[in-house]
T-cell receptor, first 116, second 121 residues
Framework: AQKVTQAQTEISVVEKEDVTLDCVYE???????LFWYKQPPSGELVFLIR??????QNEISGRYSWNFQKSTSSFNFTITASQVVDSAVYFC?????????????FGKGTMLLVSP | ETGVTQTPRHLVMGMTNKKSLKCEQH?????MYWYKQSAKKPLELMFV???????ENNSVPSRFSPECPNSSHLFLHLHTLQPEDSALYLC????????????????????FGEGSWLTVV
């Protein structure tokens, strides 16, 4: 069975601090995909990044960066110089290869509160 | 602006009412999904439609009835719901790779709508 664990329920930081959101996953598949989504108070899940299990190269997009380590089954997300607009719930998810379409197993999410 | 739109955004209904949630995707995808998000619980997959055919029903009670008339539209018909069904219902879509065959490599990005906040009173 697939499982995604986000151990941090809530994180509070002050604007301009760096913050790392942890994600640990379990899967028996040798090929899989990992995702991060952002959910602001409005409710929409906003796609941030997708990585496949063969590509362990870290990725940076503006203030966002992702550290994928297959050896520890982790896919951590760092926001540099956080801003109030980063306040949201962040979900890590794992995709199963199932019958030709994507299904996602989500973690419980980490609520990030960035105060001015 | 999201490519997946849901209506209504908010819905309050009594336990004896019949209502429907509507989802439309403008991304040209052929797989559509309903997810449920309750307080304090992880997002739960409810239904999957692939090329208009229902391919996954994740043990959802029959008071939730999905309908997919075409690859762009997905409905969730609600009937005699319970207060514990109050939740955020999220529609999503993705571009399927190829149909058929367990173990086929998948993992295409799923794009979500803004959700419909449902309150059952």
């Amino acid at each position: 069975a697939q499982k995604v664990t986000q151990a941090q329920t809530e994180i509070s930081v002050v604007e301009k601090e760096d913050v790392t959101l942890d994600c640990v996953y379990e899967t028996r598949d040798t090929t899989y995909y990992l995702f991060w989504y952002k959910q602001p108070p409005s409710g929409e899940l906003v796609f941030l990044i997708r990585r496949n299990s063969f590509d362990e190269q870290n990725e940076i997009s503006g203030r966002y960066s992702w550290n994928f380590q297959k050896s520890t089954s982790s896919f951590n997300f760092t926001i540099t110089a956080s801003q109030v607009v980063d306040s949201a719930v962040y979900f890590c998810a794992l995709s199963e290869a199932l019958r030709g379409y994507s299904t996602l197993t989500f973690g419980k999410g980490t609520m990030l509160l960035v105060s001015p | 602006e999201t490519g997946v739109t849901q209506t209504p955004r908010h819905l309050v209904m009594g336990m004896t009412n019949k209502k429907s949630l509507k989802c439309e995707q403008h991304l040209g995808h052929n797989a559509m999904y309903w997810y449920k998000q309750s307080a304090k619980k992880p997002l739960e997959l409810m239904f999957v439609y692939n090329f208009k055919e229902q391919t996954e029903n994740n043990s959802v009670p029959s008071r939730f009835s999905p309908e997919c008339p075409n690859s762009s539209h997905l409905f969730l018909h609600l009937h005699t719901l319970q207060p514990e069904d109050s939740a955020l219902y999220l529609c999503a879509s993705s571009q399927d790779t190829l149909s058929g065959g367990r173990g086929f490599l998948s993992g295409n990005t799923i794009y979500f709508g803004e959700g419909s906040w449902l309150t059952v009173v």
